[in-house]
């Protein structure tokens, strides 16, 4: 079991960049599918990003591609969200989430049920 805490949220203007990052403990990132989802207020809990066991593939939302990487530190045991050009629609709590077994099809990544471990998320608010 592996336990996942976020950090690096904040407030920043439209444009703007924040690292959020999801510190791992229990077991070592490399052995999880990780993933970043987020949550604003009155919807519904949205994908955003997420990296394979092996780290070589990625996968991003529509919304975010060309603006959010996300990247993993084996030695940190911690996931990063790295999120530049920052709109006022990113605004929302994320998640980092994790699974342990493979998935199954690309589109299991996006699905947040496929996800069997959650942190607490972090707040981040793009002021316009």
């Known amino acids: 079991q592996v336990q996942l805490v976020e950090s690096g949220g904040g407030l920043v203007q439209a444009g703007g960049s924040l690292r959020l990052s999801c510190a791992a403990s229990?077991?070592?990132?490399?052995?999880?599918?990780m993933g970043w989802f987020r949550q604003a207020p009155g919807k519904e809990r949205e994908f955003v990003a997420a990296?394979?066991?092996?780290?070589?593939?990625?996968y991003y939302a529509d919304s975010v591609k060309g603006r959010f990487t996300i990247s993993r530190d084996n030695a940190k045991n911690t996931v990063y969200l790295q999120m530049n050009s920052l709109k006022a629609e990113d605004t929302a709590v994320y998640y980092c989430?994790?699974?342990?077994?493979?998935?199954?099809?690309?589109?299991?990544?996006?699905?947040?049920?496929?996800?069997?471990?959650w942190g607490q998320g972090t707040q981040v608010t793009v002021s316009s």
């Open positions: 229990g077991r070592t990132v490399s052995a999880y599918v």
């Open positions: 990296l394979n066991r092996s780290g070589a593939s990625t």
């Open positions: 989430a994790a699974r342990a077994r493979a998935m199954i099809s690309i589109s299991n990544y996006g699905r947040r049920e496929a996800y069997e471990y």
